[in-house]
Nanobody, 115 residues
Framework: QVQLVESGGGLVQPGGSLRLSCSVSRIPFSNVAMAWHRQAPGKQRELVAFITTGGDTRYDDSVKGRFTISRDNAKNTVYLQMNSLKPEDTAVYYC?????????WGQGTQVTVSS
């Protein structure tokens, strides 16, 4: 069973930045692509960004140019650097493999963008 532990969320003003981290265990991390998803209140979970085993990245148009996904295979950790945050980025953020290969999600980390 994969273990996913997200952290780094919080309350930030519009235009601010946050860096999310996701610690991954119980799977061969360096052999899987990883992704960040988010779920806003009343909305479905959506894919925000993913990074392949080779380091290639893809982003949803809504975050392109503002968010950067990265990974550290030595630490089994995937990151999401979020800059120029907007109120519409408010959501619970989750990481997982890409595609989702295992049952279960982490608890997520809440990001709230508000003045």
């Amino acid at each position: 069973q994969v273990q996913l532990v997200e952290s780094g969320g919080g309350l930030v003003q519009p235009g601010g930045s946050l860096r999310l981290s996701c610690s991954v265990s119980r799977i061969p991390f360096s052999n899987v692509a990883m992704a960040w998803h988010r779920q806003a209140p009343g909305k479905q979970r959506e894919l925000v960004a993913f990074i392949t085993t080779g380091g290639d990245t893809r982003y949803d148009d809504s975050v392109k140019g503002r968010f950067t996904i990265s990974r550290d295979n030595a630490k089994n950790t995937v990151y999401l650097q979020m800059n120029s945050l907007k109120p519409e980025d408010t959501a619970v953020y989750y990481c997982n493999t890409q595609p989702v290969l295992y049952v279960g999600w982490g608890q997520g980390t809440q990001v709230t963008v508000s003045s």
